[in-house]
């Protein structure tokens, strides 16, 4: 998904949907489902670390831990509403890799997460968020992204996933627009009151996936990261997804949104905002942890950390 690549118009379909079946879903309008199944290993409650699959694969460990299997699971599941081929502009409706790369992050990690406020951008269906809250444990979360389409379909989806669904606000939040506040057709239940504004400031993570596939997306992306962590000892996590495309003019292959990006975090690396004298730096993450869904994790998909620090 790279808008350097697409024209007006063209549908893309998430390499995560051309993997896995979905049912149409019986109760929401043209959205289509997953089901997430998720095999909780060792004592029975949300925060322990789960291997998971998708209800459509194989119900063995795909990474093939012999010492976890010999451990009986108790079983949850997740189910996601989404769609499947959309536009750019409707990406947000879909799952989407880098999304899966996070979640398992933060299952393996949640100790990074747990007890934290948490703020995630572009959340679109709202996987990550729910897995910050449900297994990360988190404190509270705000859920952002644009569109009313999109956010309800987030807010279903936290609403029938999450024991307390009051931990997850869903509101908008456009990182092109950061400073305006909601559009007059936004649905005012995902505007924004002061207090989640203030929770989006004060946050202690930010969470971020697949989201910079233009360059002025990661820029204005950075830049609101810059803005709201300047004033603390924050972390962001982001994941991506390299998508390399075949350039006529180079007549080679070649990412740029990937390499805009690699380039916007090398100069962020060791920034140092002169007004409030905190430090900035950006490192890729290890991504050797264990995958706890049952689908490939390519070579393409990267997680990286930008930290501030007084």
Known sequence: MD???MEEGDEWLSDVHSAFKSNVSSEEKGYHETRLCIRLIGPCDEA???SVSLESSSKTDSYGDSEL???APTTTTIMISHAL???LHNAGLQLWMASLLLADYIVFHREL?????????????GLVSIFAARFGNAKRVVCTDVGNDVLRCCQLNIERNLEDPSRVAVRHFDLMDADLGAPRDTDPVFH???DDSQTIRSSDIYLVADLVYSDELTDELLQTLI???KNGNKQAFLSVEKRVNFILEEMDVAAPAHQHFVTSLE???SYLDDETGTQFSAERLSTTFPTVFECERTSYLELWRITSSY
């Open 3 to 5: 808008d350097q690549s």
């Open 69 to 71: 299997s010999r451990r």
């Open 227 to 229: 803005r709201l962590m």
């Open 113 to 125: 997460f747990e007890g934290k406020v948490i703020t995630e951008f572009g959340a679109g269906i």
């Open 85 to 87: 081929e959309t536009t």
């Open 192 to 194: 924004q009151s002061e």
């Open 48 to 50: 322990s670390k789960a």
């Open 267 to 269: 100069d962020l690396h």
